[in-house]
């Protein structure tokens, strides 16, 4: 038994190629890096930007500060990464809801509304998104703008479906009228954040404004 397991031919285990092995050591980044953005998102979302700390974050992915500042230079650039994620999963929100049926109004109402209902349990986080706004580097600022392009490009959508259907005039302004939509939007955080807004009370601030803002777009008049 011996001699043939001796005279058997020998058989090479496959090693894997270098290819392969940039491929696991690329593989491995990016769920590092996802965990790390994990943990960020969680912490900005329960403290906001100033109280959570690379050590506290690192510690909710479950790896070192060196582990974090591998993968991002600082907590500036962690936090930019952890808005365009947000901005993105919000521009899916937003874009699902206004796709209904309705009239201007009342597809951004739905679309708006369910900004509030994905975003309200992490005010927090949007708080310092709109706090940081104000006192970040001016690239940053364009970058972080950026971000924002996916749910105006929503909010523009309907409001030149409403033109093009005759309920807003030819000649309105929807550039502008989306960006009174947006600050509208984001105005009512403050209300969830000292006065104790649920959505509700949010949403029914926001209907307010926007019927302020589309009056003078409007062709029904009175």
Do not use: C
């Amino acid at each position: 038994m011996r001699e043939s397991a001796l005279n058997a031919p020998f058989q090479s285990v496959e090693q894997p190629t270098d290819g392969q092995r940039l491929n696991r050591r690329q593989a491995a980044k990016v769920r590092t890096r996802q965990k790390v953005l994990d943990a960020a998102r969680d912490l900005f979302s329960e403290r906001g930007y100033d109280p959570a700390t690379i050590r506290d974050i690192a510690k909710g992915a479950g790896m070192s500060t060196g582990a974090v500042f591998a993968n991002f230079q600082d907590k500036a650039e962690l936090f930019e990464a952890v808005l365009a994620e947000h901005m993105e999963r919000l521009t899916e929100v937003v874009r699902g809801a206004a796709a209904g049926t309705g009239s201007t109004r009342e597809r951004l109402i739905a679309a708006l509304d369910a900004g509030y209902h994905h975003t309200l349990e992490h005010l927090p986080l949007m708080q310092a998104i709109v706090a940081r706004s104000w006192f970040q580097p001016q690239d940053a600022e364009q970058r972080a703008r950026g971000f924002t392009k996916g749910v105006l490009s929503v909010i523009g959508e309907v409001l030149r479906d409403g033109v093009r259907n005759g309920e807003l005039n030819q000649d309105a302004d929807t550039r502008l009228l989306g960006d009174m939509v947006w600050n509208a939007w984001l105005s009512n955080y403050r209300g969830a954040a000292y006065d104790g807004w649920d959505r509700d009370a949010m949403t029914g601030q926001l209907t307010r404004q926007l019927d302020v803002i589309l009056a003078g777009a409007s062709t029904q008049k009175g």
